[in-house]
C-alpha cells in the first residue's frame, strides 16, 4: 500500500542555521502530497501542497517540490526561528474516486534553539 | 475566525465506559474526517463523512466505534466500551467538498484517557 516516510524522528537546530526535513512517499497512482505543521496542544495546520511532479509548494518561509523521479517532498527553510518548534508531518492523497483519506508520515519534531 | 470547534479537550474514563467526543466542523464543509493520534504521533484514520452520509470507515470504527453528522448538531465519536489501548487524542478535520486533496482544517482535538 501507499505510504509516507519521514527520516528524522527529531531535529534539533539553533536559530538561523537551514532546516530540511526528508520525506519520500510510495505511491501506486499519482498523489497530492502535503506538509503539516502541529505546535503543542494544538491539531495539525496546513502548511502547502502540491499536486505535479516539478510543482514547488511554500508557506511562511517553508518550502518543498514535488520530484516524481526521487519519490520525495523534502521540507526546507533557510533560516528557522525559535517559533517553527512543532512536530511537521508529510502526507499524500488522491483527488480521484472514493479515496479521500491523507496517508501520513511519522512526524519530525523540530526543536529550535534559541 | 471560525475553526473547528472539538469538546471536551479532555475526557478520562474507565475500561469499559462509554467515551462520546464531538466536533463541529467549519462552517460550510461537508468533508469530515476523524483521527486518532496516538503517543507515537501515528496518525489513524477512522471515518470521514460528506454531509451525513459515511464515505469510508475502518473496520475498527464498525464494531466499537460509532460516528454521526447529523444535519444542524455536531458530529460525533463514540467508543461504546473503551479499552486501554484507545487512550489517544481523537482529531476531528473538516474540508470543503470540491476536491478531495483540499487543505483539511483540525480542531485542538479531544484527549481521552482510559484507565
Known amino acids: 500500500g501507499d505510504s509516507v516516510t519521514q527520516t528524522e524522528g527529531q531535529v534539533a537546530l539553533s536559530e538561523e542555521d537551514f532546516l530540511t526535513i526528508h520525506c519520500n512517499y510510495s505511491a501506486s497512482g499519482y498523489p497530492a502530497l502535503f506538509w503539516y505543521v502541529q505546535y503543542p496542544g494544538e491539531g495539525p495546520q496546513f502548511l502547502f501542497r502540491a499536486s505535479r511532479d516539478k510543482e514547488k509548494g511554500s508557506s511562511r518561509g517553508f518550502e518543498a517540490t514535488y520530484d516524481k523521479g526521487t519519490t520525495s517532498f523534502h521540507l526546507r527553510k533557510a533560516s528557522v526561528q525559535e517559533s517553527d518548534s512543532a512536530v511537521y508531518y508529510c502526507?499524500?492523497?488522491?483527488?480521484?474516486?472514493?479515496?479521500?483519506?491523507?496517508?501520513w508520515g511519522l512526524g519530525t519534531s523540530l526543536v529550535v534553539n534559541p | 475566525n471560525s475553526k473547528v470547534i472539538q469538546t471536551p479537550r479532555y475526557l478520562v474514563k474507565g475500561q469499559g465506559q462509554k467515551a462520546k467526543m464531538r466536533c463541529i466542523p467549519e462552517?460550510?464543509?461537508?468533508?469530515v474526517f476523524w483521527y486518532q493520534q496516538n503517543k507515537n504521533n501515528e496518525f489513524k484514520f477512522l471515518i470521514n463523512f460528506q454531509n451525513q452520509e459515511v464515505l469510508q470507515q475502518i473496520d475498527m470504527t464498525e464494531k466499537r466505534f460509532s460516528a454521526e453528522c447529523p444535519s444542524n448538531s455536531p458530529c460525533s465519536l463514540e467508543i461504546q466500551s473503551s479499552e486501554a489501548g484507545d487512550s489517544a487524542l481523537y482529531l476531528c478535520?473538516?474540508?470543503?467538498?470540491?476536491?478531495?486533496?483540499?487543505?483539511?482544517?483540525f480542531g485542538e482535538g479531544s484527549k481521552l484517557t482510559v484507565l
Open positions: 502526507a499524500l492523497g488522491y483527488n480521484v474516486g472514493d479515496n479521500s483519506k491523507l496517508i
Open positions: 478535520a473538516s474540508r470543503t467538498g470540491t476536491t478531495n486533496t483540499g487543505q483539511l482544517y
Open positions: 462552517k460550510g464543509h461537508p468533508v
